[in-house]
């Protein structure tokens, strides 16, 4: 095969001289290549199996220059000429922008004494550039064009403004566009793009799509709630045309993620005895073209998340959540059925009931399964290896940077899109077998799921990478799951790889995690292993951490770990933890993270000969005594006080550690005032902690028990027999029967 | 319209005869208007199964509407209004667009494919660039008339420039891209196997696409005309009663593998059906296009 082409230098080469090689060849096109290239110009194959080359031949002078003139008669034929050059050819669009005529564009467009059907054929052309390849529409943005279609956005002629909002549509509908601070830096832009709204249905269409791309922070939610988006936006659901309801929804969605105030406001709004839900409703209808279906699904299912819809209302059960399922199946296009996955994770993440409706469907699960296994298309993998081959030859220099670009455009977006398949997927296991047991058994059955699971915990991409941790994550709430088919997948190595890596996001962090803390439980056979790998220094860096979730889930799998331990490791998260950092724990904001510091003391102090030998480390047993009189003094709330005593209780276990407490007569005086406290969780703890004191067999319990009685302790425990509480009256039996 | 009559095993009233139809829009419909809806005219070869038609039948009032429906969703004003007067039936109140419709259906019907991009270019300035396929058929077709008028440096000149560009970004245009080229392999083009190309439907398969992205631009919210669903869904029933062993009176019979038959286009009778071409056949042709 032969390809052609043509070196940089004649792309952009002076004007006079390409003049001169299309006046000479016009009349001979096939010798035309011959006659510009040397002969080296024309290359045997490389060996890549590139695509058919065409040679990309430079604007005529001519055209370059008429369009140049300050002559409006002039110039604009030679736009006209020039817009029809580039409909339908990004090579058409690379040339035009490397020949810098994007300056000269915008320089009519604000050019006064040009006319307005001059500037309209302009916009089209500038609109037809930005119907490019991505960073044909990056060069549009850097060259300024937003602020200039911005300005005849607000001339009196409609038609110009319509071509202005369709053009600024089309650059902000790219998604690396990232130009919406322009619009929010003057504050009449956003209501007077809203107040044109009303004048044409394209303007309709158009000002939807920029609002949608431009809304991307709860700030900007609110600048457009508050200059009337929603009223507006009911009335574009009120067109007749699906192509306005459409944006107009999409619009709505936007505006109402995670927003309270916009959803309120969607709430109260109504028009012509309808409200605004109702209309919503009505897009979810079966005879409504599939895009509708799941946008209003999507905002119904945003309504509820918000709380303005319950959870049982029908119009979640008996539309959104079966439109969404339903469009999950294999019948559906790739794009429908990540959309709809991805809106059904949302709606059944935080929803026992809703998660169980869900799992109802026969399909959902299999459909599920086959987003796994969509991978790249042969021809693809083809093209990926072309540009690296592109890359590493010097002769297509001209053609290289449009070529790379289209190609990695064309590539990226089919890994975008099997990429996003699998992250949808995971979104919805997770969200499926978040409470049940009996949906994670089926979703474990799925084919492939943990190979792919354990590939994508690896991905360099932080979406998906986030998205399997949290279908993990939801697998790892079964006990049975841990017990089995965690032992056969090592899924905890790239968790734990995923935990020590700084560039995991706090997010993923978080759910890594509390994955971990489930996969330590004692039964759980990847605990070994996971010890091995230096799990316990690992959980106490993340103690330190700033975020609340972290610190907590740090102690939490601490406690885990140290649950009927060997002793080994409870003297390792000894050390590993210091003691400073037990207290700051101890004085956390969170009262979760005290509690599980507290239990992780508990479970360290747990077994007799454990309890003497550490209690005797060092300053230990002094430090924990510290802790406890400090948690028991502070005003903490009686769960916690609870777990403080009971650290007390076990330390009554051991047999030297039993000293602790009789030496110290403030604790004693604390241990015997918990015994009336109006908390019965309180009195039930401290009397679990005099039991263990006064207990009878034990080498010098007579002296306990007389120095007890002395204290009262006895009369106490008589009184308390009365107790109504069952579990209460038992340790005080148990106790009084130590005593003789 | 023949074609409907075909099937229907209709026979033409007081039409100019239904080769007078092919490239053109009919200019009368009456016999349309007056036939025998279709399913009563099945009946009496009834084939497979009792006769149940009669319950089906639907009022004619409703089929001259499916024509009505038909003749100004596919742009045929002229026919669109005499139907309007022999049938007794309002036109629909957006017809005023159908001149521009009828301007462009004109020069792809006539070959004049340029102009009719340049008036698209014109009066649908994103049209074009947002659906690239349909750039590429009507860009195809400017090549097929080329080739049709034996201009073959123009033709490979127009190839090289502006459809190799499309052929890189899709694999199935290059290969439709590849079919067309073919032609100019051929010392005969109209013997060929890819002859079909070269027939005045392929124009007019290009025409209704055009037709159909047009209709979508102007916000409308059927661009195919209700009879093709009709007919599209007639064929969806026949196959599942097959598939299920119903037996049941088949009330059409075509090949609905060839796309021209479901987009209801007028078949022509000059050109003979072609069988597809053996797929070794482009082997040859397999070498780059622009170096022929």
Redesign the interface.
């Known amino acids: 095969m032969v390809v052609t082409v043509r070196p940089q230098e004649a792309a952009g080469s002076p004007a006079r001289e390409s003049r001169r090689l299309e006046t000479d060849t016009s009349s001979q096109p096939s010798q035309q290549l011959m006659d510009v290239e040397s002969p080296s110009g024309y290359l045997t194959a490389s060996p890549s199996p590139a695509p058919v080359s065409a040679p990309m031949s430079p604007l005529s002078p001519t055209l370059v220059e008429d369009i140049e003139s300050p002559d409006e008669e002039v110039c604009l034929p030679a736009v006209l000429q020039l817009r029809s050059r580039l409909i339908g050819s990004n090579r058409q669009k690379h040339l035009v922008i490397e020949q810098g005529l994007v300056t000269r564009l915008l320089q009519i467009m604000i050019e006064p004494k040009f006319s307005n059907e001059f500037k309209i054929a302009v916009t089209h052309t500038l609109g037809s550039l930005a119907k490019g390849l991505d960073f044909h529409v990056k060069a549009l943005i850097d060259h300024g064009a937003v602020p200039v279609l911005l300005n005849s956005v607000v001339d009196t002629d409609p038609k110009l403004i319509e071509a202005s909002l369709g053009c600024l549509r089309s650059i902000f509908q790219c998604a690396n566009a990232r130009s919406e601070d322009t619009l929010y830096s003057d504050p009449s832009i956003i209501p007077h793009l809203i107040g044109l709204m009303p004048t044409s249905v394209n303007n309709q269409i158009s000002v939807a799509t920029i609002l949608t791309s431009a809304c991307k922070t709860r700030e900007h939610q609110d600048i457009l709630c508050q200059h009337g988006l929603v009223p507006s936006l009911f009335q574009l659901l009120g067109s007749p045309h699906s192509s306005v309801q459409l944006p107009g929804l999409q619009c709505l969605t936007i505006l109402m993620f995670s927003n309270e105030n916009a959803t309120k406001l969607v709430s109260e709004m109504s028009l012509n005895d309808q409200t605004m839900i109702e209309r919503i409703e009505t897009f979810m209808d079966r005879h409504r073209k599939i895009d509708l279906q799941l946008e209003a699904s999507k905002c119904i299912a945003y309504l509820y998340r918000c709380g303005v819809l319950d959870e049982s209302d029908k119009r979640i059960t008996f539309k959104a959540l079966p439109c969404v399922v339903r469009m999950t199946k294999k019948e559906a296009s790739l794009e429908h059925r990540i959309f709809a996955a991805d809106t059904l994770s949302y709606l059944i993440e935080i929803s026992a009931e809703l998660q169980r409706i869900a799992a109802i469907s026969n399909h959902l699960i299999s459909s599920m399964a086959s987003f796994l296994t969509m991978d790249l298309s042969q021809e693809d993998k083809r093209a990926l290896r072309n540009i690296s081959a592109d890359s590493s030859s010097h002769q297509q220099l001209s053609m290289n940077r449009y070529h790379m670009a289209q190609i990695k455009q064309k590539v990226d977006q089919t890994t975008n899109l099997s990429r996003d398949m699998k992250r949808s997927a995971f979104k919805v296991y997770a969200a499926l077998g978040a409470n049940d047991e009996e949906i994670r058994k089926r979703i474990i059955d799925t084919e492939h799921l943990l190979p792919c699971l354990l590939e994508c915990l690896e991905d360099s991409n932080l979406d998906l990478q986030t998205a399997a941790i949290g279908c993990l994550h939801s697998l790892s709430r079964s006990v049975q799951l841990l017990r089995t088919t965690f032992q056969d997948h090592p899924v905890w190595r790239p968790l734990m790889n995923i935990l020590s890596l700084p560039t995991s996001t706090v997010g993923m962090l978080i759910v890594a995690s509390s994955t971990l803390c489930n996969l330590l439980l004692e039964f759980s056979p990847s605990k070994e292993p996971i010890l091995e790998s230096g799990a316990i220094s690992l959980l106490c860096q993340l103690t330190h951490k700033f975020e609340p979730a972290l610190r907590l889930n740090g102690v939490w799998a601490l406690m885990n770990l140290s649950f009927q331990a060997d002793q080994m490791i409870k003297v390792q998260i000894i050390k590993s933890l210091e003691s400073d950092q037990v207290f700051r724990l101890l004085a956390d904001q969170d009262v979760n993270v005290v509690m599980k510091t507290l239990g992780l003391i508990r479970n360290i102090l747990s077994n007799k000969n454990h309890i003497d030998n550490i209690m005797g480390m060092d300053d230990y047993g002094k430090q924990i005594m510290q802790a406890v009189v400090l948690i028991l003094e502070s005003d903490r709330i009686p769960e916690v006080k609870e777990q403080a005593l009971c650290i007390l209780g076990h330390i009554a276990d051991g047999d030297a550690a039993k000293d602790f407490i009789m030496s110290n007569e403030d604790v004693l005086k604390k241990v015997i005032s918990y015994m009336t406290h109006h908390s019965t969780r309180l009195r039930t703890a401290a009397v679990f902690c005099i039991q263990n004191l006064i207990w009878a067999k034990e080498r010098g319990a007579t002296e306990r028990q007389q120095r007890l009685k002395q204290m009262g302790v006895d009369k106490i425990l008589q009184q308390l027999f009365e107790s109504d509480d069952a579990t209460l009256a038992e340790k005080v039996k148990g106790a009084l029967e130590q005593m003789p | 319209m023949s074609f409907l009559m075909d099937n229907f095993n209709l026979q033409p009233r007081g039409l100019g005869g239904a080769a007078s139809l092919m490239t053109e829009p009919p200019a009368s419909c009456s016999a349309m208007a007056e036939a025998h809806p279709p399913y009563s005219s099945a009946s009496s070869q009834s084939r497979h199964a009792p006769n149940l038609s009669h319950r089906l039948n639907p009022p004619r009032e409703a089929i001259n509407r499916l024509i009505m429906n038909y003749l100004v969703t596919e742009g045929f004003k002229e026919a669109a209004e005499k139907f309007q007067n022999e049938a007794n039936i309002a036109l629909p109140n957006d017809v005023g667009d159908m001149d521009n419709r009828i301007k462009i259906r004109t020069a792809i019907q006539t070959g004049q494919i340029r102009d009719a991009?340049?008036i698209v270019?014109q009066l649908y300035?994103?049209l074009?660039?947002?659906d690239?396929y349909l750039?590429f058929h009507l860009q195809q077709q400017q090549l097929i008339e080329l080739i049709r008028e034996s201009r073959v440096?123009?033709a490979?000149?127009f190839a090289?420039?502006?459809l190799?560009?499309r052929?890189?970004?899709d694999?199935a245009i290059?290969e439709e891209l590849e079919r067309t080229m073919a032609l100019l392999a051929f010392e005969n083009p109209e013997q060929s196997p890819f002859a079909n190309l070269l027939s005045a439907s392929h124009r007019q398969k290009v025409a209704s696409e055009l037709n159909a992205a047009l209709l979508?631009a102007e916000?409308a919210?059927y661009s195919q005309p209700k009879l093709a669903g009709l007919l599209k869904l007639l064929l969806w029933s026949q196959k599942e009663l097959v598939k299920k062993g119903v037996e049941y009176k088949r009330v059409l019979d075509f090949d609905p593998s060839d796309p021209m038959d479901i987009s209801l286009m007028p078949k022509t009778r000059n050109s003979q059906p072609q069988p597809p071409p053996p797929p070794q056949q482009l082997d040859y042709l397999g070498?780059?296009?622009?170096?022929q």
Not at chain 2, 287 to 291: M, N, V
Request: aromatic share 4%; net charge negative.
């Open positions: 991009i340049l270019h300035p994103e074009l660039d947002d690239r750039f440096e123009e490979l000149k090289s420039e502006q190799a560009e052929g890189e970004e694999p290059l979508k916000n919210e070498g780059p296009l622009i170096d």
